[in-house]
């Protein structure tokens, strides 16, 4: 769910909804993916058709946010690297404008389109701490691009025209060089720029003398280039220097700091692969009950709980951001013989219940079902076409807080509807609703009234409305939202409780990173997930936000390494605990037009390719399915998982992992490949006891063979 800091406004039964600043852009879907939904293959979604300077119109959402002082006024000097890069045999031109806007300064990118160009720019600005209110993107037939972007400084003043020549160096400077990792917007950290050429390091193969030794000369001249800068500051610091040529060099400091930890990060998967050979660590025992290991024989899960359901489920999340704006339901029912074909057995719906946010993500009265995604009665006729096709039905479950219907003392914090609680039932933690509950020591989500469960009466109503979605509605499984806000324990009673076929939660934690740049090893960040399992009592699966982090990182910066851990194991939850990892590529929050934390574009092809070949349980998002060239690739790697029965607990053993290229055979069946760099089972000498290898499917970066016995 989205748990952006809130605005300041006022609104019924919450304090505010997260602010997002809505923009026109208008470019060519092939450009943009990295900011928008697909919007090939969505004819659904409403998007403009108007024709302008022959570039595709159409609307997109998004909101660019910096949290640190501005330090735009810091000249940056161009480096001999920026300087012989794409910017100077294809120079942009950059202009400045405080007149044309009252609010802003219009900040306007024309020239040749270069790959990415879209994301470096947003990228470069988040950098420097200046905020994008909005933009307005053209591309026009001939290549090149117009870009105008409405700037602010973290005050919300415009940048003063002394500043223009600065800020256009520094831009250009930092458009083509970024060490720093793509975080979160969730957390209020902005897109870093993505790296604009492939470095070539560690060798050929990880693990190897050469390797190692091309790991140890680059993390050497990174150290070199930082402790060069740290000198230079102390002496500017010892000469009494201004403060702008202060801020300057901190800039600098910063990119050398975030680069020397990228080298380390390098260096560390070396001298992981060298210290341990492949191997496929066992599950966690802890969660598992009498009998474990032959109920999964069986098809059955790890524990008497539900969590990812057979083994063998394929899940869509059947909507994003936008679908509001339909009749969702009425347009989905539509499309489920495609989904059904395509061999998915899932598909995650959108919170059910009346809400003041029109995404459903703040509920307010939860047996109202008609809701801005259609009636309770279209919900109901599209579940059951969901059960004629084989397909089930997977509720989004908002239980962490409700809005309130009326205000009391002010206070937004007295219920209506079926469940007509009083301020009893919020928990104390934020005082801006009166809550005489419980103060409880989870993380409380600041928009509306948190629910007090540690009552059993809370539990109760919950639990009795869960059942009426089960046994009457006739939803199969739950998806639960923000499970941060409240007790592990408390998810399994209403497990237990409504017996779902599925159960699985959104347990969002940030990962791990120094200095802008994210650590090679994340066990401590999928740990916090597994624990979070283990309180469920092994009952839920979680989405396994450490492998999205790990997987666009290697992909959008080419360090294919990072997909191995120090073990020989994928390095996400699916590692650690496949058979509650449930795996994704985007979602609502982290693409869409919210764009938290999006997925390198380029990159979906090869990165479906992984997901799907790999253990845990595959979620694919809406807006991927549905655009027609990933369509095809998506299908096929379905087939290839279902022909070969590839589950949640599938054994994957890890063949080669550099920075262009990772490999790797499941199950003894079949081989993946993804990464720019050449591989083959055949040259790589993979030996399972098969008689060959067949091509089973390929695209941009991927390819994926059979083993024929």
Known sequence: MNVSVPSTSATSGLISEPRRVAS???????????????????????????????????????????????????????SAEASSSNLSSQPLQIDFDNEGDPDVTLVSVSGPDQRDLLMQLTGAFNSMQLVVVAASIITTEDGRVRDVF????????????????????????????????????????????????????????????????????????????LVAIERQIGELTEQGAESSALTEIEVKRAEAAALLERRMAAMEAVLAARRSPPAQTPEPQAARGPGADLRFM??????????????????????NWESYRNNWYKTLQEQIPVIAEAGFTAIWLPPPSDAVSAQGYLPRDYYNLDS?????????????????????????????????????????????????????????????????????????????????????????DITAWMKWLRNNVGFDGWRFDFVKGYAGEAVREYINATVPTMAFGEYWDTCEYTDGVLNYNQ????????NWCDKTGGTAAAFDFTTKGILQEAMGRGEYWRLVDGQGRPPGLMGMWPSRAVTFIENHDTGSTLNHWPFPWNHLGEAHAYQLTHCGTPCVFYDH??????QKQIKALLKIRKRHGI???????????????????????????????????????????????????????????????
């Open 372 to 460: 801005k995604y259609g009636s309770e009665a279209e919900l109901r006729e599209l579940i059951s076409v969901m059960h004629e096709n084989g397909i089930k039905a997977i509720a989004d479950i908002v239980i962490n807080h409700r809005c309130a219907h009326f205000q009391e003392d002010g206070k937004w914090n007295k219920f209506g509807g079926r469940l007509a609680w009083d301020k009893s039932y919020i928990c104390n933690n934020n005082p801006s609703f009166g809550g005489t509950g419980s103060h409880k020591p989870q993380e409380d989500y600041v928009a509306a009234p948190n629910l007090d469960h540690s009552q059993e009466r809370v539990r109760k």
């Open 523 to 530: 066990d401590t960040h999928r740990q916090r997930t597994v």
């Open 625 to 630: 399915f549905m655009n027609a060239d990933l």
């Open 150 to 225: 409405k700037v602010t400084d973290q005050q919300q003043q415009k940048i003063p025209e002394k500043h223009w020549e600065s800020v256009k160096t520094q831009l250009l400077t930092l458009i083509s060089k970024s060490s720093r990792s793509s975080q979160p917007q969730i957390f209020g950290a902005a897109p870093a720029a993505p790296a604009q050429k492939q470095r070539q390091s560690a060798g050929q193969m990880q693990g190897s003398a050469s390797a190692l030794e091309t790991a140890a000369a680059e993390m050497g001249q990174a150290a070199a280039s």
């Open 24 to 78: 026109a852009v208008f470019h060519q879907p092939t450009r943009c993916w990295g900011l928008c939904f697909l919007a090939n293959g969505c004819p659904r979604l409403q998007l403009g058709s108007t024709k302008q300077l022959g570039a595709v119109q159409h609307r997109h959402k998004s909101r660019i946010r910096v949290s640190q002082a501005g330090v735009w006024a810091a000249a940056a000097t161009v």
């Open 647 to 709: 589950s949640n607990r599938s054994k994957v053993l890890v063949h080669k992992a550099t920075n262009d290229v990772y490999a790797a055979s499941v199950d003894k069946k079949i081989a993946v490949k993804v990464g720019p760099g050449n591989w083959s089972p055949q040259d790589g000498g993979v030996q399972i006891g098969q008689k060959d290898w067949t091509l089973a499917t390929s695209g941009p970066n991927f390819a994926v063979w059979d083993a024929v016995f």
């Open 298 to 319: 069986a098809g059955g899960a790890t524990s008497s709980g539900p969590a990812a359901g057979s083994g063998f489920e394929m899940i869509l999340q059947g909507f």
